[in-house]
């Protein structure tokens, strides 16, 4: 079975941290692109981070870049986003997604398998 677990979701303060996992199962996320998404209440889906099977590339949305770190232990088949100095903006439910190849892109339709999401809340 295909699975995608995250965790690590909960209510901060603007400025402070959370640091969210995403335990995978079922399936060689080892050998694709995975990626954290996520969506605000009105909003789309925005790609947050994505990184290489081999942690060689990473990639982030504008808006997060120099505050989110994205990371991968693909001995433990976990991803995991440090999102440091955070924002009333950045509330949202985040998404663990892995791609459906080598290749990270930032659409939506490039992720074959999901998470349910976890939601992280950050008050003023």
């Known amino acids: 079975q295909v699975q995608l677990v995250e965790s690590g979701g909960g209510s901060v303060q603007a400025g402070g941290s959370l640091r969210l996992s995403c335990a995978a199962s079922?399936?060689?996320?080892?050998?694709?692109?995975m990626a954290w998404f996520r969506q605000a209440p009105g909003k789309e889906y925005e790609r947050v981070a994505s990184i290489s099977p081999n942690s060689g590339s990473t990639g982030y949305a504008d808006s997060v870049k120099g505050r989110f770190t994205i990371s991968r232990d693909n001995s433990k088949n976990t991803l995991d986003l440090q999102m440091n100095n955070l924002k009333p903006e950045d509330s949202a439910m985040y998404y663990c997604?892995?791609?459906?190849?080598?290749?990270?892109?930032?659409?939506?339709?490039?992720?074959?398998?999901w998470g349910k999401g976890t939601q992280v809340t950050v008050s003023s």
């Open positions: 997604a892995a791609a459906n190849s080598f290749w990270c892109a930032a659409s939506r339709r490039n992720y074959n398998y």
């Open positions: 079922g399936y060689t996320y080892s050998s694709v692109c």
